[in-house]
């Protein structure tokens, strides 16, 4: 599975949209990008996923650029509870490679 | 619905003890994972089952380290000996089947070996 980067850590404004980047060049076609979270003294929870067009759920948004080499995890009305380590992680969708590689991820802070 | 069930939740042992850690999936849920995650070396895949058959234990450390599913409701992660080392998070994940995206994760056991 590719390597992602992700910035260490981050702030944002209560209320406001936070953004979180994550870069990784050497995607290949058939891999996906995910987004995990994990909240402290909790288990990861899944947010979002994607392939190349732009996802959106009740959580989150998720842009992929055109040639897929980063995406934008965007949380639109960032509250306190957000607060949380953000994993992106790319897997291929193969039957068998159940792994998911965890990084180091971003610390997301939220600030009142 | 309860989400994944991990018990229990705190573990203190000492060193050369054997440690059982259990783990309920959610129901209806084919593939079960068990994690470990420490400050070190992060959050690593140590084993998963597919419909109560382990697909791979690459992630397994060493021969100390075992893991078993009976059936569908239940699986355990187990340390014979424990060692200092061993002192992690120990997390339990479970999703609908492979084919599925989303994995769900349990609360953890947060184990300490002295």
């Known amino acids: 599975d590719a390597k992602t980067t992700q910035p260490t850590s981050m702030d944002c404004a209560e209320g406001r949209a936070a953004n979180l980047p994550c870069n990784h060049s050497?995607?290949?076609?058939?891999?996906?990008v995910y987004w995990y979270r994990q909240i402290h003294s909790q288990g990861p929870q899944y947010i979002i996923h994607g392939l190349k067009n732009n996802e959106t759920n009740e959580m989150a948004s998720l842009i992929i650029t055109e040639d897929r080499k980063s995406s934008t995890l965007i949380l639109p009305h960032a509250t306190l509870r957000d607060t949380a380590v953000y994993y992106c992680i790319v897997r291929a969708a193969n039957f068998g490679n159940e792994k998911l590689t965890f990084g180091t991820g971003t610390r997301l802070t939220i600030i009142p | 619905d309860a989400g994944v069930i991990q018990s229990p939740r705190h573990e203190v042992t000492e060193m050369g003890q054997e440690v059982t850690l259990r783990c309920k999936p959610i129901?209806?849920?084919?593939?079960l994972f068990w994690y470990r995650q420490t400050m070190m070396r992060g959050l690593e895949l140590l084993i998963y089952f597919n419909n109560n058959v382990p697909i791979d234990d690459s992630g397994m450390p060493e021969d100390r380290f075992s893991a078993k599913m009976p059936n569908a409701s239940f699986s355990t992660l187990k340390i014979q000996p424990s060692e200092p080392r061993d002192s992690a998070v120990y997390f339990c994940?479970?999703?609908?089947?492979?084919?599925?995206?989303?994995?769900?994760f349990g609360p953890g056991t947060r184990l300490t070996v002295l």
């Open positions: 129901s209806g849920h084919n593939s």
């Open positions: 994940a479970s999703k609908p089947g492979l084919a599925a995206d989303t994995q769900y």
């Open positions: 050497t995607i290949s076609g058939n891999e996906y």
